[in-house]
């Protein structure tokens, strides 16, 4: 089964930075899309940041020239780097990414989104 676990999570005081890591694991052919998602308590999941396979990205306004997205095809792995962080990016923070998978038990490709379980961000003296 294909399963995205991310890591790098925590408490920063503002300005500060971290950086958040994503790996997709599973027998996946390609991965095509992956991004990073966030969810403040009360507000709807918005789109923080993505990148395709080729590299190309996009990213929300409210956090242009402050984060960064890459990605390492090889490990099928996807990092969003946070500076400059301030409180309003406080947030649970969700891996994401579309892909090509070998159905369990066959030979049959299948393509699919998955989502990571989430972690927690937090900007606050």
């Known amino acids: 089964q294909v399963q995205l676990v991310e890591s790098g999570g925590g408490l920063v005081q503002p300005g500060g930075s971290l950086r958040l890591s994503c790996t997709a694991s599973?027998?996946?052919?390609?991965?095509?899309?992956m991004g990073w998602y966030r969810q403040a308590p009360g507000k709807q999941r918005e789109l923080v940041a993505a990148i395709t396979s080729g590299g190309s990205t996009n990213y929300a306004d409210s956090v242009k020239g402050r984060f960064t997205i890459s990605r390492d095809n090889a490990k099928n792995t996807v990092y969003l780097q946070m500076n400059s962080l301030k409180p309003e990016d406080t947030a649970v923070y969700y891996c994401?990414?579309?892909?090509?998978?070998?159905?369990?038990?066959?030979?049959?490709?299948?393509?699919?989104?998955?989502w990571g379980q989430g972690t927690q961000v937090t900007v606050s003296s």
């Open positions: 994401n990414a579309d892909l090509t998978y070998l159905v369990p038990g066959t030979i049959r490709p299948a393509s699919g989104n998955y």
């Open positions: 599973g027998s996946i052919f390609s991965i095509y899309a």
